[in-house]
């Protein structure tokens, strides 16, 4: 053999020979994520993982998310079926069990539950009905992707993607469409990771600068009694009420009575830090590679993608629109920018109500205001995934 002819075969084993246009544009489409959460900052802890998940699972060759090749074959010795493993599967294929399974959701509800004081909502209970408000457009979507012709379970799946809560869409998801797992896991967590791009210009469009400048009074200080009572009577009444949310707001409560007990401050730190930061590695990594281009370059996929788009605008606009009817009934003490948090994605949304309401007044300060919607919003999507489940589960 000529060195031409290693020169060829060695070119046609790399990745290079085997790369084709679909792979090519999704390590484009993971590159852009990777500039928007390094460069830009947009939310990194989230991005950089499902962009750099997205990356390893578009490499040709690499077979990180192949599954394990398992052969049926007889026994030589006792002649009965027995099942031999030919091929180990891909180091994420296994991480994505927790996905598929539906345990990692539930792990970060415990961890955002840790790291979450639900005060802001206990002081001020209204801000439940703009967590409700913001909810529609989980419905709404679900009309609509019913009406273009997904199934039942199909269209609930889409439709929990307007909660802008990746956990709740993953667990729904894996419950109701596991095939659809792929591009509801991405778009979940892509629009949450974009938040602060996709929000700002609806909340402008839907309000006046008169609006955005309230300044809203201080909250009133929550009781530790309150907090602690809080945690265990949400998670005894949803739970008894519809019990196919236990899970997820069981856990999320649970977090949060870690935090708020003040007792086992080890169980919520471990929770709140080492816990749900392994977790959001394996969930982000492994979210990421199910964007591979054979399954992800699709019309039925990005249907997906542009219906998840369209849910979460609504949630946003009606949470908003929401804010701006208390703005009417308070007689302008309530900043309406604050009903856009209602869409969950804690604590990013209300980051984004506070950045906006500082645009428009320095002196604004919205950001415990608006966390109270947030929480209701989380709440209220693990709300919206289990009556879902309720009618689609079977």
Known sequence: MNLGQILLEFFQSTGIAAITWGQALMLLVSCILLYLAIAKGFEPLLLIPIAFG???ANLPEAGLMAPPVVQIAPDPITGELVSTTIENGGLLYYLYQGVKLGIYPPLIFLGVGAMTDFGPLIANPKSILLGAAAQFGIFATFIGATL?????????SIGIIGGADGPTALFLTSKLAPHLLGPIAVAAYSYMALVPIIQPPIMKALTTKTEREVVMGQLRTVSKKEKVIFPIMVTLLVSLLLPSAASLV?????GNLFRESLVVDRLSKTAQNEMVNIVTIFLGTTVGATANAETFLTVRTLSII????????IGTATGVVFGKIMYKISGGKINPLIGSAGVSAVPMAARVSQKVGQEANPRNFLLMHAMGPNVAGVIGSAIAAGLLLNLFGG
Do not use: D
């Open 148 to 156: 273009l012709g997904f199934t039942g379970p199909e269209a609930a």
């Open 306 to 313: 542009a219906l998840g788009l369209i849910a979460f605008s």
């Open 54 to 56: 997205m990356l390893l």
């Open 250 to 254: 069981g856990m999320l409560m649970l």
